[in-house]
């Protein structure tokens, strides 16, 4: 019974590997996307967040609750391990609203000059990716953008040019 179980978490293991790898080899366009993905609604949530950032050993944890409105943008009630609110409308963190709002809407096409896109779909679970043109300027900070899901978003990742990562799983209750 345990070398069963060892063996189909190896195999689980690899099959998460497999897709994650081969997502950045499945490029798109913008047009292709349009019937592909879900459409989102409005959405509330808990959220879970890690950050790894480079220089400092352990990851920051934090989580709450996440609110994502198709009109206003993007929302965290951070619980623990401060209590904090967040919006992503701000100037601060207005782009990231934005590549939200654009996907959640189909509006693909608004972010044709910034990022390549990729797409794969296994299952129920599809994966999008986001890697910037080097016109955008943005390829300079941002290496990758990964947005997962089945019928809504439940994970994003954030992968920044010096090794720094955020990681946010999204889950209804």
């Given at each position: 019974m345990k070398n069963k179980l060892i063996y189909l978490f190896i195999c689980l293991f690899m099959t998460i590997l497999t897709c994650r790898a081969s997502l950045y080899e499945n490029k798109t366009t913008a047009k292709d996307l349009t019937g592909v993905l879900p459409e989102f609604n409005n959405i509330e949530c808990k959220f879970k967040q890690e950050k790894i950032l480079k220089n400092i050993d352990k990851p920051l944890v934090s989580g709450g609750n996440f609110r994502f409105d198709k009109k206003q943008g993007i929302f965290f009630e951070t619980t623990y391990p401060v209590r904090i609110t967040t919006s992503y409308?701000?100037?601060?963190?207005?782009?990231?609203?934005?590549i939200i709002l654009?996907?959640?809407?189909?509006?693909?096409?608004?972010?044709?000059?910034?990022f390549d896109f990729y797409y794969k779909k296994t299952g129920n679970t599809w994966a999008l990716g986001l890697k910037p043109k080097v016109k955008s300027g943005l390829d300079k900070y941002i290496d990758s953008i990964t947005i997962e899901g089945i019928d809504y978003i439940n994970k994003i990742v954030i992968s920044l040019k010096d090794g720094s990562k955020t990681t946010q799983w999204f889950s209804i209750e």
């Open positions: 409308t701000n100037k601060d963190c207005e782009q990231i609203n934005d654009a996907i959640s809407n189909k509006k693909y096409a608004k972010l044709d000059n910034t």
